[in-house]
């Protein structure tokens, strides 16, 4: 079993910065074979889509949407994965969820934190 932890959301008004925190936890030959970590996003009335994702070695993906705006960074050591959020938007409100990537189709997900982006 894997736990994961999110913290760092909230209230942000546009234009503005917050980082996300996803600190992962449980049986450590699990945590060792966590390949890829992401974070993940779903908006009312949507579907979740991927925000951003971070191989164990350092390569990252991001949704077009995020580009330029967004940097997700790991530290294997801590086991922990982040989320810089910068010049966020309205249409960035949504729940985020932490994602881990076993093999074997196996993953696992965070209890999601609110992010709301308003004036």
């Known amino acids: 079993q894997v736990q994961l932890v999110e913290s760092g959301g909230g209230l942000v008004q546009p234009g503005g910065s917050l980082r996300l925190s996803c600190a992962a936890s449980?049986?450590?030959?699990?945590?060792?074979?966590?390949?890829?970590m992401g974070w993940y996003r779903q908006a009312p009335g949507k579907q979740r889509e991927l925000v951003a994702s971070?191989?164990?070695?350092?390569?990252?993906n991001y949704a077009d949407s995020v580009k330029g705006r967004f940097t997700i960074s790991r530290n294997n050591a801590e086991n922990t994965v982040y989320l810089q959020m910068n010049s966020v938007k309205p249409e960035d409100t949504a729940v985020y969820y932490c994602?881990?990537?076993?093999?074997?189709?196996?993953?696992?997900w965070g209890q999601g934190t609110q992010v709301t982006v308003s004036s």
């Open positions: 449980g049986r450590m030959f699990i945590i060792n074979a966590i390949n890829a």
């Open positions: 971070i191989t164990r070695g350092g390569r990252t």
């Open positions: 994602n881990a990537d076993l093999p074997g189709a196996l993953e696992y």
